[in-house]
């Protein structure tokens, strides 16, 4: 006696086959392609934008305020002064956001938050053992600052590609200064922490 489960397998293949073959439909395509057709309309490229803004703006927030803590922890003033530049464009940074907020009439969600602390607890830096130097310690900051640094960037870029979709010339315009200067301030920290790894400062001074 034929298995009644192999018995429906075999009904429902001859059925796709038949449906296949008089509506032309391809019966096991469960996933249509993309064509020239279909795009997402501007009121759904708005609400990825804000997502994307309302991730970006507490992240920003939080980095200002943590900025003149880590100036302070810092051992040496050549961190302290990039710090303090880093501090003044991450200021700017948050006044074009809210700028976008407005002109898009829209308000900061703050639920976002929270996504943010997690995000930024994983990346603090821990009191390790490693940090037994003055030298060590700084190096410490600056790693944390990169990879802030590089969320930031993550997140420009793709409020840009989208602002691109909404024609809005002034939107991308603000996201281009920010993300411009977060290139540079990438740059800035790279060289900082070459500064610190090739460093001939005496160790007796740490």
């Given amino acids: ?20 073959s008089f509506t032309g439909y391809n019966f096991y395509m469960k996933k249509p392609y993309l064509d020239n057709h279909t795009k ?66 829209k308000n900061p969600d703050m639920q976002h938050s929270t996504s943010t602390q997690s995000i930024l607890s994983v990346l603090v830096p821990d009191e390790n053992s490693y940090l037994q130097d003055n030298l060590s310690k700084d190096l410490s900051l600056v790693f944390y600052i990169q990879k802030i640094l590089s969320v930031k960037k993550f997140y420009y870029s793709t409020l840009k590609s ?5 024609n809005n010339i002034d939107i991308k315009q603000y996201l281009q200064y920010s993300y411009d200067e977060c290139e540079s301030n990438q740059t800035m920290f790279k060289l900082i922490a070459k500064e610190y790894m090739e460093s001939s400062i005496n160790p007796f001074l740490c």
């Fill in 1 to 20: 006696m034929l298995n009644p489960t192999l018995w429906a397998l075999e009904i429902y293949y001859l059925l796709a086959i038949a449906v296949d």
């Fill in 40 to 105: 997402l309309d501007e009121p759904a490229l708005q609400r990825a934008f804000i997502y994307n803004l309302n991730k970006i703006h507490p992240l920003l927030i939080k980095f200002k305020n943590q900025l003149s803590y880590l100036a302070d922890e810092s051992c040496y003033g050549d961190l302290e002064n990039a710090i303090q530049e880093l501090s003044a464009e991450v200021e700017s940074h948050v006044a074009r956001i809210d700028i976008i907020f407005n002109t898009l009439h």
């Fill in 162 to 166: 989208i602002a691109g979709s909404l």
